[in-house]
């Protein structure tokens, strides 16, 4: 092996958003060495851009709001795909964590009397999302890493995973190389948690930024690990669709909660088609749907989307609890959005599937090797309510931080042989080395294209098999990519990288999609357009054997019957 840095720590967390900071905040309040690795700058993360809040049943502002409507809304939003444990578990505990970050020193919206102000998003009957403005996010994110910083966690910015490294079955740790230098770096931990977010970046629109290449997920695949509902990509409604230099751009739900009204070109309200009774606050997968059904059926505005219009309520109120909004489309677009409409249309943003975790403890199956946040699968089932992410960042952040810890103290040191080593440095030397010629700019480009054009909001057999056949193609050219230059900030070489895990989540986002011969949630099969019960009851589940990727069925855990009670005693309020 070539001369490489090692740094050792019980707990090792892949990824410096919500998730993986409140990971290592709860880790280190165990006594344990923590260490974070993140891809991009500390404070960069997803977390930040987060606009609209975090969904936490405080009952502050609607009295009648409680931890069981909060859990019905999330089983109902997604279908009862979810992991009911995971989804009791969030709703249970998500006002403790948000009083928690207050306590931190997080600066909330407030009511008028003093507490923490919440508003209405999509799928919350309710309102229940606590938020700074449409800044929820930066807030958020300010307020863990003070905290992390003050307890001393050890932070290596700008660094990326490429790989887990085990002992025998349980993990050992993980390699990767710093992006400005391209040297190599190993870790040695007796536990490692995933927290490493979304997979946007294989879709060419989206929300997400140049990070979302879905590399926790190949990384936990790669070493074992199952990945479950797969199928599951949440499209939001609204992004910018004009000008193009801007197209995916997330424009928050929190404008509809707010009181932004959509309507197609011939000003309807659409909305009133598709879901009469929560209109422009039905769940996201509903809205993307007729959105699209009204840009695909000649309804759409002059660049393909569809009206949201905010602009009958005060500019004052609109720039106060809108801000970033106001400045982005004015900026951005050149719209002022307090005297006119914005135009949106769907755009990738949120993965609902990932890896497959208990729901106490966040252990994936591979022992020592936890996941949280975006990156783990569960809790959203086959589609995520606005807000419920950052809940779960919080409250699943912390459980996988506490069960790390106590699996570290309980493990002995693992070893970490040099042939493993040495493997993963060859694979990322590669590129350099071989012939070949192909570019990772290129295939990149016609991946995001497969995947917009045939696994995108609408899905048929025969578009999902084209994708896989190009997916298909798309790798084994990726076995040609050949970079130029050195190690130092090489992009390129970057790329190449990032290619294997998105063509990893893509073979299993598609394969899983195939698979799934019904529409529920995010996922809408225009050749199987309903429900089918027996599909409810089960998860796709993706795992690698011998090299190849294997697709099987496991059962949907069966919920307890209190709960089952309550969904059915309450299934008649709205
Ligand atoms: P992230 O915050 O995405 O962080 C991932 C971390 O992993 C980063 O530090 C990254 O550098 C690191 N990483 C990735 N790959 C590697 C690697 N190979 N090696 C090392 N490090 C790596 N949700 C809500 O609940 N409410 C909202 O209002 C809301 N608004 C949103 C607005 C936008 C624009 C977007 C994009 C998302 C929004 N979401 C919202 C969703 C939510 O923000 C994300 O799902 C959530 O922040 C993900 O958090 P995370 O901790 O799982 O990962």
Redesign the pocket.
Known sequence: TLAHETHEHDVLI???????LRAAIEALAQGVRVGV????LLG????V???????AAMANVDASDDWRAHFRDTMRGGKFLNNWRMAQLHAQEAPERVRELEQWGALFDRTENGEILQRAFGGHSFKRLCHVGDR??LEMIRTLQDRGVNLGIDVYME????RLMKDGDRIAGAF?YWREQGRFVVFKAKSVVI????IGKAWKIT??SW???G??LA?AYDAGADLMDMEFVQFHPTGMVWPPGVQGI?V?E?VRGEGGVLRNKNGERFMERYDPKRLDLSTRDVVARSIYTEVREGRGTEHGGAFLDISHKPAEYIKRKLPSMYHQFLELADVDITKGPMEVGPTC??MMGGIRVDAETAQSSVPGLFA????AAGLHGANRL??????D?LVF?RRAGLAAAEHAKRSPTPTIDSLQIADAEREMLLPFERGGGESPYAIHEELQDVMQRLVGIFRTEEDLRQALSGIEKLQERTARVHVEGSRLFNPGWHLARDLQSMLTVAEAVTRSALARRESRGAHSRIDYPDLDDAWGKMHNVVVKKADTMKLFESPVIEMSDDLKQLLIEESGTK
């Open positions: 892949i990824g410096a958003g919500g998730a993986g690795v993140c891809k991009s960069k993360a997803h977390t851009m987060a606009e609209g809040g975090i969904a929820t996010g660094c990326a995973i490429t990767g927290c490493t977010g979304g929300s997400n990070e979302y290449t590399d926790g990384l997330l928050t929190a943003h949120y949280s946040g975006e990156a606005g807000g419920n992410s950052l809940s960042l952040g």
